[in-house]
């Protein structure tokens, strides 16, 4: 194992899923900003307005995993993981994760209709981004609808409640609401006017730690028709947010690869005593421990990856263990590669620090490591 990674042998994708990697790579690589380069977007812009949001559209990469019947590919959740890796090495800050994976595959798990068919065509082709209202005030990632409570008023309903840190809910045009009804939860799709308002709707965005924006947002009376309810989600959000943790793991798989990289070679380029700093023992087990932690992490994702999607319970289970286990090795290998740095790995000048403030938000998207171990051990033993 350690000569295949010292000494770049083949990795183990198939051909498809390297030529989809080495697309993907190329254009990040050419087009894409470094972290230190950027200008932050507003909190309040429209994700799908991003030049780069309709790079990937052209490119495929939105509908890749979306339903060949609404525009897709129809590609499996490994591709996805492929994509979301080196969406990890570059930093890439548009809400693929987001919107294109736990959007797109909670509309693809609903009831067919309509709304669901126009929606899944629009993240396809670029020109919709919409964004899920999960977390309550009183959860984080607890899958129940909390917050927003949907009542029946005539011929439409009625929207009360609050949800909390909504990625890009700001200026996102389309919120999916998930809505505790009865004893039910509902999903429903609110679209905002040509001015970006909502009536009933008090939106409150703010750049996050990752530097993506994140909404607080008030629904006091917001009416909505009939044709806005998609229909009971209990099941289809946690498949979906399922399959969006794993891909997230991929993610932070190519936030700490990258980080170890650059950790190695400042290591050997740093030098000290008149020796490079990877000549001294303490350094080299540091590095071999950063790796080891990587490979453990990779390995329980790449194996969640490649579960059986009929085993929904095989699959949440793989989820949460990779969850945890990225967790875990995300904040060792962000530790350690700071330390390593020095004081430079403290400012924003170097990238290092970009990466572990995306890999503390990763951490704690559908779930932090202590939430995962917990339901890791309810489904083993269910």
Known sequence: MIAK?????????????????????????????????????????????????????????????????????????????????????????????????????????????????????????????????????????????????????????????????????????QLLVAAREGRDVALFLIEAGDRGVIPGVTRQGAVGVDGRSYADIVFSACRVSEDARLGVAGAALEQAADMTRIALCAEALGAMQALFDATRDYADARRQFGRALSGFQAVQHRLVDMLLALEQARSLTWTAARADPADTRLRGRLASAAKARCGEAARYISQQSIQLHGGMGMTDELPVGHYVKRLLAIEYSLGDTRYHLNRYQRLAQA
């Open 5 to 173: 990674l010292g000494l770049g042998l083949p990795d183990d994708y198939n051909d498809d899923e390297r030529a989809l990697d080495d697309a993907v790579g190329r254009y990040l690589q050419r087009e894409y900003p470094v972290p230190a380069g950027r200008t932050p977007p507003p909190a309040d812009a429209d994700p799908a307005a991003s030049l780069h949001w309709r790079a990937f559209a052209e490119m495929g990469l939105l509908g890749l995993g979306l339903p060949g019947s609404s525009g897709g590919m129809d590609a499996g959740l490994t591709d996805l993981c492929v994509v979301m890796q080196q969406f990890g090495r570059h930093l890439v800050t548009e809400p693929y994760d987001v919107s294109a994976l736990l959007c797109g595959q909670l509309l693809a798990l609903m009831p067919d209709g309509a709304a669901v068919q126009r929606m899944l065509a629009g993240i396809a082709q670029g020109a919709a981004a919409p964004v899920l209202a999960l977390a309550g005030p009183q959860s984080d990632w607890l899958l129940d609808g909390d917050g927003v409570v949907a009542e029946r008023q005539g011929d439409g309903w009625i929207l009360n409640g609050v949800k909390r840190r909504v990625p890009f809910g700001a200026g996102a045009r």
